[in-house]
């Protein structure tokens, strides 16, 4: 019924930037909070920043500066800029969005994940 489209990953140098996108598609009334996770391997999925539909965002201290979230809400998508990036920050980043596709119907959908490899 709801999909997460995720695109932008890919290989870029130490120093470099990548733009993240995450589609909403399907049954949608609203979309809530949206947010970006990432997971290195052998390591646990973590939180990398995240926007309330009013705009608000919060980032990992990791990420502060270097990161950027926004959202368009006429496209129901989210986006992240990261700019500067470390070799730490390669990962499979995955989009998450607290979405209604009803009054009674509100749950999480996660996108499927895109990789960034960011090298030295």
């Known amino acids: 019924q709801v999909q997460l489209v995720e695109s932008g990953g890919g290989l870029v140098q130490a120093g470099g930037s990548l733009r993240l996108s995450c589609a909403a598609s399907?049954?949608?009334?609203?979309?809530?909070?949206m947010r970006w996770y990432r997971q290195a391997p052998g390591k646990q999925r973590e939180l990398v920043a995240g926007i309330t539909s009013g705009g608000n965002t919060n980032y990992a201290d990791s990420v502060k500066g270097r990161f950027t979230i926004s959202r368009d809400n006429a496209k129901n998508t989210v986006y992240l800029q990261m700019n500067r990036l470390e070799p730490e920050d390669t990962a499979v980043y995955y989009c998450?969005?607290?979405?209604?596709?009803?009054?009674?119907?509100?749950?999480?959908?996660w996108g499927q994940g895109t990789q960034v490899t960011v090298s030295s």
């Open positions: 399907g049954r949608i009334l609203s979309i809530n909070a």
């Open positions: 998450n969005a607290e979405i209604l596709s009803s009054i009674t119907t509100r749950r999480d959908y």
